[in-house]
């Protein structure tokens, strides 16, 4: 089955840099997704990307769909103690009869102020 | 609006029972997806509903089970219950089938604890 390479699996930075993370893939997908997910809650989109060499901002976030359609990347720039939590990326084949997202192992993100 | 709602939020089981959760969409939404979080396995995908069929399963043994109801409210339900069944219960829900531009909403979660 498809898999996703998540790395890294953890980051500890000081308050202000930028961070880097990405997901390769095993096959290609469709659509990648990028999620934050805090302690004890659900996950939460962050950025969405539907077409190969996308490249997408949300505020502070900057998300890109790799051209072969089997990696993505996020970066974040400077930092916040806020930004701290654990960051997935997901992959989705949309069409026929599997919408399933399949999801990266997470990187823990801490900030240190 | 209301997001996507799950009760319970905590569970405790003991072996061998069975437990039912529930997953409230958001208001308009048709599609519930299913997952389970552990920290070794990460986030897996069980099922997914779509006006009342379930349209796709994981790779999950035949006591997980789920349905979903006319007003797209979702319940799922493992019998048998294993420790390994342990794990944090998440349910995302979309306007339809696929990815939409917001991408699949997920709930809190149910954390179940299997003693």
């Known amino acids: 089955g498809q898999q996703l390479n998540q790395s890294p699996q953890s980051m500890f930075i000081q308050e202000g840099e930028d961070v880097s993370m990405n997901c390769t893939s095993s096959?290609?997908?469709?659509?990648w997704l990028w999620y934050k997910q805090d302690p004890g809650e659900g996950p939460v989109l962050l950025i969405a990307?539907?077409?190969?060499?996308e490249l997408t901002s949300n505020g502070r976030l900057t998300a890109q769909f790799g051209i072969t359609r089997k990696d993505s990347f996020l970066n974040i720039s400077a930092s916040i103690p806020s930004d701290v939590g654990i960051y997935f990326c997901?992959?989705?084949?949309?069409?026929?009869?599997?919408?399933?997202?399949?999801f990266g192992k997470g990187t823990l993100l801490t900030v240190n102020p | 609006k209301a997001g996507v709602t799950q009760t319970p939020r905590y569970l405790i089981k003991t072996r061998g029972q069975q437990v039912t959760l529930s997953c409230s969409p958001i208001?308009?939404?048709?599609?519930v997806s299913w997952y389970q979080q552990t920290p070794g396995q990460g986030l897996q995908f069980l099922f997914e509903?779509?006006?009342?069929?379930?349209?796709n399963k994981g790779n999950f043994p035949g006591r997980f089970s789920g349905r979903q109801f006319s007003n797209s409210r979702s319940e799922m339900n493992v019998s048998t219950l294993e420790l390994g069944d342990s794990a944090l219960y998440l349910c995302?829900?979309?306007?339809?089938?696929?990815?939409?531009?917001?991408?699949?909403?997920f709930g809190s979660g149910t954390r179940l604890t299997v003693v």
């Open positions: 995302a829900s979309s306007l339809n089938r696929g990815t939409s531009n917001y991408g699949y909403t």
């Open positions: 096959s290609i997908f469709n659509t």
């Open positions: 990307l539907y077409k190969a060499g």
């Open positions: 997901a992959g989705q084949n949309s069409g026929g009869s599997n919408y399933k997202l399949t």
């Open positions: 208001s308009g939404h048709r599609s």
């Open positions: 509903y779509f006006s009342e069929t379930q349209r």
